[in-house]
């Protein structure tokens, strides 16, 4: 499909995990290594839900004690150190940025992960030159579903909340956008959504790649 400037859409912004890197299934498994000597084994649905602020604080909020905060918070760290590999980016992913690069598009990302592994995979998949900015999951005392961190990737962008695309694969991230009146691409992966967020979402698709033709369908020209 042929692309073209769509004055409507100045910015895009992308979540990381689950958006553009197939990083959910080591996540999901990091999180569950590091609570498995806490609480009782959860599903990937009930792990899921926990993702969204940085591992520490959601530890924290589970666990109570600080001793226990501090030996999950380990396990974690030991757990993703030794399976990084599992992290790739998705089929499609930097052709679509390239593509967006060349409309001019600015491009942004938030993401709930702490900085410096999200540093770490935007270095291992060569991410950085693509983003004009980057807010993480650290970055804020609030995170995902409240929207101070979109709020402040459209203020450094230089746009408006109608003038942005949000790309993100979590009911909190439909949750912010919506709350500034972004329109918010869903990244379902065959989970089930509550109406409430499904209403408030701009578009639901099932996997990346559909999210990322839908990107594309927002800017093709019109006739």
């Not at 009782?40 to 649905?45: A, F, L, Q, R, V």
């Not at 991410?127 to 450094?156: A, M, N, Q, Y």
Request: hydrophobic share 45%.
């Amino acid at each position: 499909m042929i692309l073209t400037k769509s004055d409507e859409v100045r910015a895009i912004v992308f979540d990381l995990d689950g958006t553009l890197v197939d990083s959910m299934p080591m996540v999901l498994r990091a999180y569950a290594h590091a609570l498995s000597p806490f609480l009782p084994p959860m599903d990937d649905h009930e792990l899921f839900l926990l993702l969204g602020a940085p591992p520490e604080r959601t530890f924290s909020a589970l666990l109570g004690d600080a001793m226990k905060v501090e030996t999950a918070m380990r396990r974690l760290i030991a757990f993703s150190t030794e399976n990084w590999n599992l992290i790739q980016p998705f089929p499609g992913m930097k052709e679509l940025l390239s593509d967006l690069k060349s409309l001019s598009l600015r491009l942004g990302i938030w993401t709930g992960r702490d900085r410096k592994s999200a540093e770490w995979i935007f270095r291992e998949q060569t991410l950085s030159p693509w983003f004009e900015t980057v807010v993480c999951g650290d970055d804020f005392p609030t995170h995902k579903p409240d929207p101070s961190g979109l709020t402040e990737i459209i203020h450094r962008l230089g746009t408006s909340a109608p003038e942005v695309l949000f790309v993100g694969d979590a009911d909190v991230d439909v949750l912010a956008g919506a709350a500034l009146g972004v329109r918010t691409i869903l990244i379902r992966q065959g989970r089930p959504v509550h109406r409430d967020v499904v209403s408030r979402a701009w578009r639901v698709v099932e996997s990346p790649q559909e999210a990322y033709e839908a990107v594309r369908s927002s800017l093709a020209a019109s006739g």
